[in-house]
């Protein structure tokens, strides 16, 4: 039967696509999510499993897009009680937006369960395979735990390219280093992104395309720091999907220009909201003595001095920094509140010793995984568990499957997993691991 497999799933097997990239982390919650809109599909118990086939495709077809090592799969399971306790309001406004309940013959309650038990089946099937690390952390916002593993998987692998799937933008906080790309993909209208610093920015709206000289000063000489930008615009701003109400009357014209002033002085970021105000307080000096030329990039004067010169911006700047200056004011508790809702560097430092000993022992023990099993008894459990769910009635995705875990088991690391079961006899797997491994290389030179 695996000769079949091998023979077949190669067909399927998109060898342009390759890349340099290593280490993949995919937000399962959010890709999760955009699929609940999809038709259920039910095998013969009546079991919808119709979520659980879309999403494993997605991470084949994303595998195929990005050619990892290894994926972190990382799912929302309960509430950030931290988070919550900062405000109690936070994610309220979100009822699994945009998903047509009422389309699919289904109240939304059904929506919620549907959700839930197909996430569960997900983290049992991908814990079955050694090179996925699943985490279904309680308690702790997904985006966080992404957030702390990717900076500690590029800490311990400084070589390797990390990059996480999802369209969620406050990832773009994570791009300082060149290694960590966002990918953004799209199958329905086939839109493949690959977000770095400088699309971010532009994203974010921080600045835009005729701002050209800021823009490559940012990015070139300053290499300014998002992780130490983001969060203290965004606070001013707010974010709508998670009902992070932003400061009256300021808008992202105001936050634009305050981010081409922190540019144009060469701040790469701020590592307090402290820091932050005593930035404000300075800008506030300058316009009051009307010292515009007190810069060291010569270069951007001119630029410097447009900003200064709009009014609208200097008497909202005038009374924003009155407000955060006075800590018992309504805008700085806002802020205040705003900016712990979306730092990633903050939520990080408030992680619990429990829940990171959690993470470090999910990376460990799959580590271990593939030394103490074969390969054979690992992909036998896989397919026991294809079968239970009917999957592999679906003749093409079954193949496609299967090779997409024997590429992923098989990879450069682990080339000395060489047998598997056929029927009773047993194949040598060692010349297809030789041919995958070749064909890695000839694209990665």
Request: aromatic fraction near 12%; proline fraction near 1%.
């Amino acid at each position: 039967m695996y000769l079949d497999i091998l023979g077949k799933s190669l067909k399927f097997y998109n060898y342009e696509t390759m890349t340099r990239s290593s280490i993949l982390i995919i937000d399962g919650t959010n890709h999760l999510n955009r699929l609940l809109n999809s038709k259920p599909i039910y095998n013969s118990e009546f079991k919808e499993v119709g979520l659980v086939y879309r999403f494993i495709k997605f991470v084949v077809d994303v595998y195929n897009i990005t050619i990892p090592d290894e994926i972190h799969l990382v799912f929302d399971v309960g509430r950030d009680l931290k988070k919550k306790k900062i405000f109690e309001l936070y994610k309220s406004n979100r009822v699994l937006s945009g998903i047509k309940s009422e389309a699919l013959g289904l109240l939304p309650e059904e929506m919620h369960r549907r959700l839930r038990e197909s996430r569960d089946v997900l983290i049992k099937f991908f814990n079955l395979i050694p090179n996925v690390f699943v985490y279904p952390i309680l308690a702790v916002e997904g985006d966080t735990i992404i957030a702390y593993i990717t900076k500690l998987l590029l800490n311990n692998e400084s070589n390797s390219e990390v990059i996480i799937c999802s369209n969620d933008k406050d990832f773009y906080q994570l791009l300082d280093s060149d290694n960590i790309k966002i990918l953004r993909y799209y199958k329905k209208q086939n839109e493949i992104t690959f977000i770095d610093k400088r699309k971010a920015i532009l994203d974010l709206g921080f600045l835009n395309e005729t701002d050209g000289k800021i823009l490559d000063y940012s990015l070139n000489q300053l290499k300014v720091s998002l992780s130490k930008s983001i969060p203290y615009y965004k606070a001013i701003i707010g974010d709508e999907t998670d009902y992070i109400i932003g400061i009256k009357d300021l808008g992202l014209s105001f936050v634009r220009n305050l981010f081409k002033i922190q540019v144009i002085k060469g701040i790469q970021g701020f590592n307090s909201i402290d820091e932050f105000i005593k930035f404000l307080n300075d800008l506030h000096k300058n316009v009051s003595e009307k010292r515009f030329n007190n810069i060291d990039n010569t270069n951007l004067i001119k630029e410097y001095n447009e900003v200064l010169s709009n009014k609208r911006f200097v008497n909202k700047l005038i009374q924003f920094v009155k407000q955060m200056n006075d800590k018992s004011s309504n805008v700085y508790k806002q802020f205040e509140i705003n900016y712990k809702l979306i730092s990633f560097d903050y939520a990080i430092s408030e992680l619990s010793s429990v829940v990171i000993s959690d993470i470090h022992s999910i990376i460990k023990s799959k580590k271990e995984l593939l030394e103490k099993k074969e390969v054979s008894e690992i992909i036998n459990k896989i397919e026991e568990y294809i079968y239970e769910l009917e999957l592999d009635s679906i003749e093409e995705f079954y193949y496609e499957l299967i090779n997409f875990i024997i590429l992923l088991i098989s990879n450069k690391k682990n080339s000395e997993l060489v047998k598997i079961n056929v029927s009773n006899n047993k194949i040598n797997l060692s010349n297809w691991i030789k041919i995958i491994d070749y064909i890695k290389r000839q694209r990665l030179s």
